[in-house]
Antibody, heavy 119, light 111 residues
Framework: QVQLVQSGAEVKKPGASVKVSCKAS????????INWVRQATGQGLEWMGW????????GYSQKFQGRVTMTWDTSIRTAYMELTNLRSEDTAVYYC????????????WGQGTLVTVSS | DIVLTQTPLSSPVTLGQPASISCRSS???????????LSWLQQRPGQPPRLLIY???NRFSGVPDRFVGSGAGTDFTLKISRVEPEDVGVYYC?????????FGGGTKVEI
């Protein structure tokens, strides 16, 4: 079965960086996109960007341009999202979600990674 | 960016009764390929989101048939024919017709 397993919770100081991983299993990693979505406590969902492991393409929300980098390692079926220059407003749960291109929907989601930014 | 507006914000429901959620888009979600990439997600308390419906009205694998999506253009609806206890949570619409992907603000379904 399709699974996306994310790395554990992180606590960071303002100005630091965080790198969250998302390990895929149960499907051919290069056949689907990976999207990154975040959710502040009690708030809605916010799309950060996507990557396509086959084409090598990435796309970022303008809001995070310059601060976010999405990468992957096909050999270990893992995608990464790195966010730099963290501020308190970045405290949120970060999700990876598989993007099914044909239907353009996020069909499977990771369990989420809580990133807390606090001095 | 495309703005999705959901109503109501909160929907108190009675078990066994229907519930309906509306999602209105700031512009047409019909893509140049003729498809409309509007999906619905359910987020139970403490859980990640789960895909229910894609391309307006197609139920994802394993989704009960009491969930029905409909609509066209800029106006979309998710209906739950008979609310079950496990349906409690927040429901989001999401569009993927145009980047950036955007989500509605969410509708909380509570008993």
């Amino acid at each position: 079965q399709v699974q996306l397993v994310q790395s554990g919770a992180e606590v960071k100081k303002p100005g630091a960086s965080v790198k969250v991983s998302c390990k895929a299993s149960g499907y051919t990693f290069t056949d689907y996109d990976i999207n990154w979505v975040r959710q502040a406590t009690g708030q809605g969902l916010e799309w950060m960007g996507w990557l396509n492991p086959k084409s090598g393409n990435t796309g970022y929300s303008q809001k995070f341009q310059g601060r976010v980098t999405m990468t992957w390692d096909t050999s270990i079926r893992t995608a990464y999202m790195e966010l730099t220059n963290l501020r308190s407003e970045d405290t949120a749960v970060y999700y990876c979600a598989r993007g099914y291109t044909t239907i353009r929907a996020c069909d499977y989601w990771g369990q989420g990674t809580l990133v807390t930014v606090s001095s | 960016d495309i703005v999705l507006t959901q109503t109501p914000l909160s929907s108190p429901v009675t078990l066994g009764q229907p519930a309906s959620i509306s999602c209105r888009s700031s512009q047409s979600l019909v893509d140049s390929d003729g498809n409309t990439y509007l999906s619905w997600l359910q987020q139970r308390p403490g859980q990640p989101p789960r895909l229910l419906i894609y391309k307006i009205s197609n139920r994802f694998s394993g989704v009960p048939d009491r969930f029905v999506g409909s609509g066209a253009g800029t106006d979309f609806t998710l209906k739950i024919s008979r609310v079950e206890p496990e349906d409690v949570g927040v429901y989001y619409c999401m569009q993927a017709t145009q980047l950036p992907l955007t989500f509605g603000g969410g509708t909380k379904v509570e008993i």
